[in-house]
């Protein structure tokens, strides 16, 4: 009798601590873009540290701790194996292991918290937590591996009055406001379980008195801050048109010879159209998506296509920019031992996503090629170390192995009034990295624009994801941004992230706005990542002292 209610008593106590990582993982994903339930991620995390101060072994805790991430990136990264649009297999594949393998991440930072709890006490590591969550966010956008999608402040890219802090701290300061929050809740929620405190005790309403402000101070200050953004009396204008031409990507990059080109000239003329029912208005800038050029234009042998886009554009007094893929050429004694190898005209080269600034009357300019490339899809990370993987592993779909661009790039735009201004592209995923997208504008860019490509997915949660992110790109930087895709979701971006006449997804569409030029800089775009920086500083202080060997454990 005895052993059947010990193990009853066992079940019930495992079911207790899976209902608890499920809430965690579920809160945290319900609280990403497109769902309007943000807040939830200020409570996301209480389910998950109330079940490790159930747990003493770390197999359990590390495996809870999984659960409740693996809830988190299924709701929030599903998208990304095509399962239901596309289903190609090599995205189906990679896909299934980002969402099985990317939530090891971050179980890291639980096991580091749970390694000062137990070495130091509940106290230190609740304190050091916030610190952790912020370095391991930003550790996780440096190098070829990086994948900053989820940072947990992206959840908020909604409420807008909340995230104008960035201008100071970017997305991490959101994170760190979202952990902080989390812990005073698991503090005030975890002592009146214990019946410790009751909703009268001076630590309850200590607690909420902590909540409160850390919840309304931002609020206040955004609301402040965005009145203030708006009233610059910024009297320079830019008119740009956006072309939405929302080709299926999959027939873009067709394989078939002849179906290709009459598909490029179909494309073509599609786009050329909708420019021209945009110049009746005379913008100073027409923008095409990412690799609207689907097709090596700049190569002598695609001369005609050039020259007759040049053309359009010269009758039309059009500048334009565009995504589109360039090619380097190089010998054998400088090709990069990823370069693909022509055995015909015994020569290398590495094809890149790029985009370039076609001016009237003007030669060919700068080409700016993309730099960040999304692991796998785009690029394999490392592929010169394991140059064995990069066949196995190509995409076939057009985009299978691009070059790694060199160098941020800041374009001269003239303007029809005589006067002019400096703008710069990145492409696609680039505009997920804050410290990547600061360096154009601490370069000297007065608006950015933002060309990609989503409509790989469907009407999926990824293309609302990453265009919500655009709105912390302009309150880091205090800059206009014209975002324009594929299929959608395009439009003009404030700096104070509102985001003006969005497009839907997956139609064809032209827009035409008006957008203010900026020269001055935020804190962000001056000084960059340092309280990323200051945070891992002290989360690596919190682990090091943890490491320290004969630590007397404090158990509370």
């Known amino acids: 009798m005895t052993s059947t209610a010990g193990n009853e008593k066992s079940h019930i106590r495992v079911l207790h601590r899976f209902v608890l990582a499920l809430a965690s993982g579920i809160l945290l994903g319900a609280s990403f873009p497109p769902s309007p339930v943000h807040a939830f991620a200020y409570a996301g995390l209480i389910p998950l540290l109330v079940l490790l101060e159930s747990i003493e072994g770390w197999w359990r805790a590390l495996r809870y701790s999984y659960l409740s991430f693996l809830i988190l990136h299924i709701l929030t990264l599903y998208w990304t194996g095509g399962f239901v649009v596309g289903k190609d297999v090599w995205m189906m594949i990679a896909g299934g292991a980002l969402l099985i393998v990317h939530p090891l991440f971050y179980v890291l930072v639980m096991a580091l918290y749970f390694l000062i709890r137990r070495r130091l006490g509940l106290l230190q590591s609740l304190a050091a937590l916030p610190f952790l969550w912020v370095a391991y966010e930003y550790s996780h956008a440096l190098g070829e591996f990086s994948f900053p999608w989820i940072t947990l402040g992206n959840s908020q890219a909604y409420d807008l009055p909340r995230i104008q802090v960035a201008e100071f701290t970017s997305v991490y300061g959101i994170s760190f406001f979202i952990v902080l929050f989390n812990i005073v809740g698991f503090v005030l929620v975890s002592k009146i379980a214990a019946g410790r405190w009751t909703l009268r005790s001076g630590g309850t309403r200590f607690c909420i008195a902590v909540l409160t402000v850390l919840y309304l101070a931002p609020w206040a ?19 740009v048109g956006i072309v939405q031409p929302d080709f299926d990507p999959w027939e873009k990059w067709s394989t078939g010879a002849s179906s290709r080109w009459a598909s490029y000239d179909r494309q073509m003329e599609h786009l050329m159209q909708a420019t021209k029912s945009l110049a009746k208005d005379r913008p100073d800038l027409v923008v095409w998506p990412e690799t609207a050029i689907p097709f090596r234009i700049l190569l002598p042998q695609n001369e005609y296509y050039l020259r007759a886009l040049r053309t359009n554009l010269d009758s039309l007094q059009m500048p334009l920019l565009t995504g589109l893929p360039s090619t380097l050429f190089y010998d054998s004694a400088n090709a990069p031992i990823t370069a693909t190898r022509d055995d015909v005209r015994k020569i290398y080269y590495d094809d890149f996503n790029s985009a370039t ?4 009357g003007s030669p060919t300019g700068a080409v700016y090629r993309k730099i960040v490339l999304v692991p796998f899809a785009e690029r394999i990370p490392y592929a010169g170390t394991f140059r064995f993987l990069i066949e196995p592993l190509k995409w076939n779909v057009g985009i299978g192995m ?6 941020t790039l800041v374009f001269f735009l003239p303007l029809r009034d005589g ?47 990453h265009a919500s992110y655009a709105s912390f790109r302009a309150v880091e930087n ?8 594929n299929g959608g979701i395009s439009g003009f971006v404030d700096p104070t992230g509102v985001i003006h006449d969005e497009t839907k997804l997956y139609t064809a569409s032209t827009l035409l706005g008006t957008i203010e030029p900026r020269h001055d800089q935020t804190f962000y775009a001056r000084h960059g990542d340092v309280f990323a920086l200051f945070c891992s500083g002290v989360a690596g202080l919190f682990i090091l002292i ?9 158990a509370s």
Not at 357 to 360: D, E, Q, R, V
Not at 478 to 485: D, E, G, P, S
């Open 221 to 239: 200050y955004g609301k402040i801050s965005m009145g203030r953004a708006e009233t610059t009396g910024n009297t320079r204008q830019v008119s």
């Open 357 to 360: 600034l076609f001016l009237p």
């Open 402 to 407: 691009w070059g790694i661009g060199k160098d």
């Open 419 to 465: 006067s002019s201004t400096t703008l710069s592209s990145m492409i696609c995923y680039e505009s997920v990295y804050p410290n990547f997208v600061r360096e154009f504008v601490r370069r000297g860019a007065e608006f950015l624009v933002i060309i990609t490509n989503d409509s790989w997915w469907g009407n999926t949660s990824g293309a609302y994801q």
């Open 478 to 485: 205090r800059r206009w941004i014209v975002r324009v895709a």
């Open 546 to 554: 943890a490491l320290i060997p004969h630590r007397k454990q404090d």
